[in-house]
C-alpha cells in the first residue's frame, strides 16, 4: 500500500522559510516521479516543483525558482521541498504525490497523493 505523508507546513511571516518533508511508504522515490503540488482557497491544483525519473530533471513552476529546492533522501523515501523568501502568494495546501510513470509536473497524471500540509504565509 502506498503512503505519502507531508509535514513541516506552518503560518509564517513573508520573507521567512519552511521545510516541507514528505515521507513514503511502499513506493521507492528512486525509481517514482514526484512532485510537489499546491492548492489556494478558490484556485486549482498547481504543480510547484516535481522530479522524473526518466531523464531525472527537477522541473521548477516560474514561481518559484530560486526560492524553492526540491530534494530526495532515497535511502530514508523522503523528499523535501526547501522554501525561502516566502511570499503571501505562496499560501496553500502542499501535497506530495507520486506516480511510476509520469512525466512532467501537471497534477492530472499522478496517481498517488499525500492529505496535504498547509502553509500560511501572512504577517
Known amino acids: 500500500q502506498v503512503q505519502l505523508v507531508e509535514s513541516g507546513g506552518g503560518l509564517v511571516q513573508p520573507g521567512g522559510s519552511l521545510r516541507l518533508s514528505c515521507a513514503t511508504s511502499?513506493?521507492?522515490?528512486?525509481?517514482?516521479?514526484i512532485g510537489w503540488f499546491r492548492q489556494a482557497p478558490g484556485k486549482e491544483r498547481e504543480g510547484v516543483s516535481c522530479?522524473?525519473?526518466?531523464?531525472?530533471?527537477?522541473y521548477y513552476a516560474d514561481s518559484v525558482k530560486g526560492r524553492f529546492t526540491f530534494s530526495k533522501d532515497n535511502a530514508k523515501n523522503t523528499v523535501y521541498l526547501q522554501m525561502i523568501s516566502l511570499k503571501p502568494e505562496d499560501s496553500g495546501v502542499y501535497y506530495c504525490?507520486?506516480?511510476?510513470?509520469?512525466?512532467?509536473?501537471?497534477?492530472?497524471?499522478?496517481?498517488?497523493w499525500g492529505q496535504g500540509t498547509q502553509v500560511t504565509v501572512s504577517s
Open positions: 511502499g513506493i521507492s522515490v528512486g525509481y517514482y516521479a
Open positions: 522530479i522524473t525519473t526518466s531523464d531525472g530533471d527537477t
Open positions: 504525490a507520486a506516480d511510476l510513470y509520469a512525466y512532467g509536473c501537471s497534477p492530472e497524471i499522478y496517481d498517488y
